[in-house]
T-cell receptor, first 111, second 115 residues
Framework: DAKTTQPTSMDCAEGRAANLPCNHS???????VYWYRQIHSQGPQYIIH???NNETNEMASLIITEDRKSSTLILPHATLRDTAVYYC????????????FGKGTKLSVIP | GAGVSQSPSNKVTEKGKDVELRCDPI?????LYWYRQSLGQGLEFLIY????????KSGLPSDRFSAERTGGSVSTLTIQRTQQEDSAVYLC?????????????FGAGSRLTVL
């Protein structure tokens, strides 16, 4: 699995877009980029994933650079309930299936 | 079921006792995972099942920890002779684990406190 690097923490004003970066410069062609988040005292929650193309769902958008060496998770209108630790993971679809969670980014949404 | 169900949600036990934690995955999910999270720490992978077999047990911290899965469904994580350092939230997840992307769905966890 490719190593991912994320900032330790970020702040975002309520109602503004939260842009969370992730670096995965050694990602291979068959590795997906996954984003999960963990709100305090809860199990991790899947947000979105992508391979090459940008993706959007009801929770967020995922922008992957053309060279796939980095990506950005966008929460378009952050709310206080989006305060959580956000994990970026690069993982192929083959072989062993468990995901390795790093330290993630602690996002604090501020009123 | 609609989601991954774990029981008990909270367990307090005395040092030296055995405990069993149960995970009921999403119906049809072939893969099942156990993680643990100590207070203020990250998620630590313990074991993963594909069907009833466990191709990866690399994360089990000691031989006091064991897990089984029966009928390709429910899994039980057993901790024998519990120690205080076993106190943590034990999280279970399941997925379809086919080719392509593999999305894990987590349960709410079982909080274990060893006195």
């Amino acid at each position: 699995d490719a190593k991912t690097t994320q900032p330790t923490s970020m702040d975002c004003a309520e109602g503004r877009a939260a842009n969370l970066p992730c670096n995965h410069s050694t990602i291979s062609g068959n590795e997906y980029v996954y984003w999960y988040r963990q709100i305090h005292s809860q199990g991790p929650q899947y947000i979105i994933h992508g391979l090459k193309n940008n993706e959007t769902n009801e929770m967020a958008s995922l922008i992957i650079t053309e060279d796939r060496k980095s990506s950005t998770l966008i929460l378009p209108h952050a709310t206080l309930r989006d305060t959580a630790v956000y994990y970026c993971i690069a993982k192929s679809g083959a072989g062993s299936y468990q995901l390795t969670f790093g330290k993630g980014t602690k996002l604090s949404v501020i009123p | 079921g609609a989601g991954v169900s774990q029981s008990p949600s909270n367990k307090v036990t005395e040092k030296g006792k055995d405990v069993e934690l149960r995970c009921d995955p999403i119906s049809g999910h072939t893969a099942l995972y156990w993680y643990r999270q100590s207070l203020g720490q990250g998620l630590e992978f313990l074991i993963y099942f594909q069907g009833n077999s466990a191709p990866d047990k690399s994360g089990l911290p000691s031989d006091r920890f064991s897990a089984e899965r029966t009928g390709g469904s429910v899994s039980t994580l057993t901790i024998q002779r519990t120690q205080q350092e076993d106190s943590a939230v034990y999280l279970c997840a399941s997925s379809l684990a086919g080719s392509g992307a593999n999305v894990l769905t987590f349960g709410a966890g079982s909080r274990l406190t060893v006195l």
